[in-house]
């Protein structure tokens, strides 16, 4: 993409609703603008990262057996009246009424029309375990919506429901989703913890928290630093392995890790003091098991091996997608602005050209982004005439972890200069081995690199 095309709207000024970084870096880099309180429009910019966000929820998921499919916005009351949930659910949710007067909502979350489908099609235990999920907008009409897209009134879920034949069955779908979380996130250059929390609406007695550590987080949580140093890194897991996927969620959930809902004061004073630790986080995810909680209310049986009809148990799994836009910024920026990790920026690399309109400077910038192009990157060339100090504070700014900057000194001795955008670091080298040396950090972070 060439910027002098490009639509990025960015902001001289700090925005002055903004509270805190991620937002505000998000509106100066013009990667959102707000609709409505709590509401956004996705700019260009801010659409590529979510769009990323997604492709990585999409590939892990795939990669655990789980099965993408798309529910509307809109739903019924009926089904909400079923479960129970319809007056239940409070203030929260947005009724609204159709032009025949029937009631309808703009889901919150999904459990009663995914049982919906799941009953009209499935009899037998011969078709379990099964679990399918999507990604689509919420909407939860938060008292005090804020923060930007961390706390929006409309957001982008990534929903999934297991149906399984009786507890065990549906608790290795509970563990099969935290692993395949606990990969997701790393893939997005975060660490989230899974915490033991509480289930609020959506019910159940087993649901743990993803959190990511930072100041500005809403949720309080208490854990034993020893679970700050495991990492996923690029294990092989068998996802239908029961033990195996046990084996991991015992290591990430032996330590330590609660919200305040849910926080032990007595068990957390046995961790050594030096360990202890209370913090500010960002939920950016949550995994519950709820066993009948649905399906008993609403019929959703199946025939067993002995031919008797059993409620199927259930859970339910969700990913904060356009929270987690906001979430990587708190978690990676620095005075500057964003700074991407490579899993999830919205271009590969910036090319800043130093002088544009020379002949020269303008036909190697020309050359690196058709090379670039045909290695299957994805450059951002800053080709505007604008002074080399306005070109960087803008690539600063937008956070792309790569910078290749063409200047006619360089060119002379026939390099370009590469730079990290997170170290700072620069190093001079022709355009080809700078082609090489992104296409060899990119190599784990393309599409598709995961196997689905
Ligand atoms: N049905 C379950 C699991 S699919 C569910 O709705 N879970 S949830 O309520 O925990 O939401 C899942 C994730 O959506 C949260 O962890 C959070 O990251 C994100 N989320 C929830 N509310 C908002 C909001 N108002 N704005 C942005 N993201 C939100």
């Known amino acids: 993409m060439r910027l002098s095309r490009y639509f990025l709207p960015v902001l001289k000024e700090t925005p002055a609703e903004a509270q805190i970084v991620s937002h505000r870096y998000m509106l100066r880099a013009g990667m959102i603008k707000q609709a409505a309180a709590g509401i956004y429009s996705w700019l260009p910019l801010g659409f590529r990262v979510l769009k990323n966000i997604e492709r990585i929820v999409h590939e892990e998921q795939m990669r655990a057996g789980h099965i993408p499919m798309l529910m509307p916005t809109l739903q019924s009351a009926d089904l909400w009246r079923e479960s129970g949930r319809f007056d239940a659910y409070g203030p929260e949710m947005l009724r609204l009424k159709d032009r025949h007067g029937r009631d309808m909502l703009y889901g919150p979350t999904n459990e009663e029309l995914i049982t919906d489908i799941f009953r009209a099609h499935v009899n037998s235990y011969k078709d379990l375990p099964l679990t399918l999920y999507h990604i689509q907008w919420k909407f939860r009409d938060e008292i005090r919506p804020r923060f930007g897209v961390m706390r929006g009134r409309e957001f982008y879920m990534k929903d999934g429901y297991n149906f399984d034949i009786d507890r065990d069955a549906a608790l290795h779908a509970y563990n099969r989703h935290m692993v395949s979380y606990l990969r997701t996130y790393e893939r997005m250059g975060l660490q989230a913890i899974p915490m033991r929390a509480d289930s609020g609406p959506i019910g159940g007695d087993d649901t743990h928290e993803f959190l990511v550590l930072a100041d500005t987080g809403e949720s309080e949580v208490f854990y034993d630093s020893a679970i700050t140093d495991l990492r996923f890194g690029d294990r092989q897991v068998n996802y239908d392995d029961r033990e195996e996927c046990a084996a991991i969620v015992r290591e990430w959930t032996t330590p330590y890790a609660r919200t305040d809902e849910t926080h032990d004061p007595a068990l957390f004073a046995e961790i050594p003091e030096a360990r202890r630790k209370r913090s ?13 909680k649905y399906s008993d209310p609403m019929g959703a049986t199946v025939t067993n091996d002995k031919g008797e009809q059993v409620p199927v148990h259930m859970g339910s799994h969700g990913i904060g997608v356009s929270r987690l836009v906001g979430a990587i910024i708190e978690a990676s920026h620095d005075d500057k602005g964003i700074i991407w990790p490579e899993g999830v920026t919205p271009f590969h690399v910036g090319i800043v050209n130093l002088r544009q309109g020379d002949a020269g400077c303008d036909a190697a910038c020309e050359g690196l982004y058709a090379a670039l192009v045909a290695a299957g990157l994805d450059p951002l060339y800053d080709d505007r005439e604008e002074r080399a100090g306005a070109k960087f504070a803008t690539m600063d700014l ?17 390099v370009v200069e590469l730079t990290s955008r997170r170290s700072g670091e620069s190093e001079e080298m022709s355009s080809e081995a700078a082609v090489d040396r992104l296409l060899e950090v990119y190599a784990a972070h393309r599409p598709g690199a995961a196997p689905v």
């Open 398 to 414: 937008i956070g792309l972890p790569w910078r290749i900057t063409v200047g006619p000194r360089g060119l002379k001795a026939g």
């Open 280 to 292: 500010r986080a960002i939920e950016v995810g949550q995994i519950f098991y709820f066993g009948t």
